[in-house]
């Protein structure tokens, strides 16, 4: 009965879960600049798509000021055709679909690509909502096989998908990588073969049991023993220290568990999703905007950067959240992914016109360590943005 229960829900796409729970109340004013804000998204991404050099993919700012691009290997490579599906979906323009095809054409050869955790981000984020907007059943075959690719980085003794295959690691796992399995749950509920599934379901528990300190934040990095299974250590790369809480890396783990529920109706997720989002929400450092630091923990608050990429990720995964509680946590979290939204939307936050490389948002941290896109625009963070706000226009009742 358990297994019937869990094919059935995992049948129902993300953007089709309203029965689940009761939508958030609309605050009119935000409702007006959700749209204000994603009418200046599209004409951002306009801009850009004169701009992206065509056998290229939009990443960010250099450090000279100029677009920062990157080819379809890296992992940021998905985010811009999928963020031209949202603004297809919401502006009904075919310039916006046209070019999440024509950079879709670049993307689409990762299918095969088992160097790499990301295929959730990569092929997914476009492929998936391609699918998700047009029914073309043409991109099954394309995200089947991607699921396959990243199935073979999966190690049952471990029970984790491998992140990287640089550095000293042995089995690096970081906390980004629950953002992928939902690649895999999709691919179970298309093929009806139960170990993509499987694979999701277990990595989420191991990095349930392994990636959380008694506080519910996360380390970034867990290295394990491939040959046993044990915890070799628990670092971060991104954050400012092992034993801080970087905040995107805090925003992935609520997003990734708000998914995994979804997908399974397992209530250990649900309640894995909503201590992360207690430890967000209640942190002392966190600022009154909603708008995370780089990292809670960074010696230099209140003047520490702020990283919008994590604000986009959070306020997107509040408002599933919110959708899944009881009526006074749901009132909760709604009512702070409101607050996110309403200061990502703001001035201090959202780009002009013509400025910022095209990109909508502005100050976000990619990797502060390595001094490695800082205080700059982030592909991810807009699309994150984008779905947040459509998450909002559609959900607010």
């Known amino acids: 009965?358990?297994?019937?229960?869990?094919?059935?829900?995992?049948?129902?796409?993300?953007?089709?879960?309203?029965?689940?729970?009761q939508a958030?109340?609309?605050?009119?004013?935000?409702?007006?600049?959700?749209?204000?804000?994603?009418?200046?998204?599209?004409?951002?991404?306009?801009?850009?798509m004169k701009h992206v050099p065509d056998s290229l993919l939009p990443r960010?700012?250099?450090?000279?000021?100029?677009?920062?691009?990157?080819n379809s290997s890296w992992w940021t490579s998905g985010f811009y055709p999928g963020t031209n599906w949202y603004l297809f979906e919401y502006t009904k323009d075919?310039?916006?679909?046209?070019?999440?095809?024509?950079?879709?054409?670049?993307?689409?050869?990762?299918?095969?690509?088992?160097?790499?955790?990301?295929?959730?981000?990569m092929m997914y984020c476009p492929f998936g909502n391609a699918l998700r907007i047009t029914k073309d059943t043409a991109y099954?075959?394309?995200?089947?096989?991607?699921?396959?690719?990243?199935?073979?980085?999966?190690?049952?003794?471990?029970?984790?998908?491998?992140?990287?295959d640089h550095g000293t690691w042995k089995f690096p796992v970081i906390i980004d990588n629950m953002m992928n399995l939902e690649l895999l749950n999709?691919?179970?509920?298309?093929?009806?073969?139960?170990?993509?599934?499987?694979?999701?379901?277990?990595?989420?528990?191991?990095t349930m049991k392994n990636h959380f300190r008694p506080d519910y934040s996360s380390y970034h990095v867990v290295d394990y023993d491939p040959a046993t299974g044990a915890v070799n250590e628990r670092k971060t790369h991104q954050g400012l220290?092992?034993?801080?809480?970087?905040s995107r890396g805090q925003a992935w783990g609520l997003y990734g568990y708000t998914l995994m529920y979804r997908d399974t109706k397992?209530?250990?997720?649900?309640?894995?999703?909503?201590?992360?989002?207690?430890?967000?929400?209640?942190?002392p450092h966190m600022p009154a905007d909603l708008v995370p630091y780089w990292d809670y923990d960074a010696p230099d608050i209140p003047n520490a950067l702020r990283d919008v990429s994590a604000a986009s990720v959070a306020a997107s995964a509040l408002l599933e959240l919110s959708r899944y509680t009881g009526k006074a946590d749901g009132k909760r979290y709604w009512n702070a992914a409101e607050k996110m939204l309403t200061s990502l939307c703001s001035p201090a936050y959202l780009a002009k016109e013509g400025e910022n490389n095209d990109f909508i948002l502005m100050h976000s941290v990619g990797h502060l360590p390595n001094k490695s896109e800082v205080d700059v625009p982030l592909t991810y963070a807009d699309y994150y943005f984008v779905e947040a706000l459509l998450r909002y226009k559609q959900w607010a009742k």
């Open 266 to 283: 397992d209530k250990v997720y649900l309640e894995q999703a909503r201590h992360i989002a207690e430890f967000i929400l209640n942190n």
């Open 241 to 246: 220290a092992d034993s801080s809480a970087w």
């Open 94 to 121: 075919p310039a916006f679909k046209n070019e999440a095809l024509k950079r879709m054409a670049l993307v689409q050869k990762e299918q095969y690509n088992t160097h790499t955790h990301d295929l959730g981000f």
């Open 140 to 164: 099954k075959a394309i995200l089947l096989t991607s699921a396959k690719s990243l199935s073979t980085r999966f190690n049952p003794t471990v029970g984790c998908i491998k992140s990287w």
């Open 186 to 206: 999709w691919a179970t509920r298309e093929s009806g073969d139960k170990q993509f599934a499987d694979i999701a379901r277990i990595h989420a528990n191991t």
């Open 1 to 21: 009965m358990k297994k019937n229960l869990f094919f059935t829900v995992l049948l129902l796409p993300a953007f089709l879960m309203q029965s689940y729970a």
């Open 24 to 48: 958030g109340k609309a605050d009119k004013a935000l409702l007006a600049k959700a749209d204000a804000t994603l009418q200046f998204a599209a004409r951002q991404y306009k801009l850009m």
């Open 60 to 70: 960010s700012t250099s450090k000279d000021g100029s677009l920062m691009t990157s």
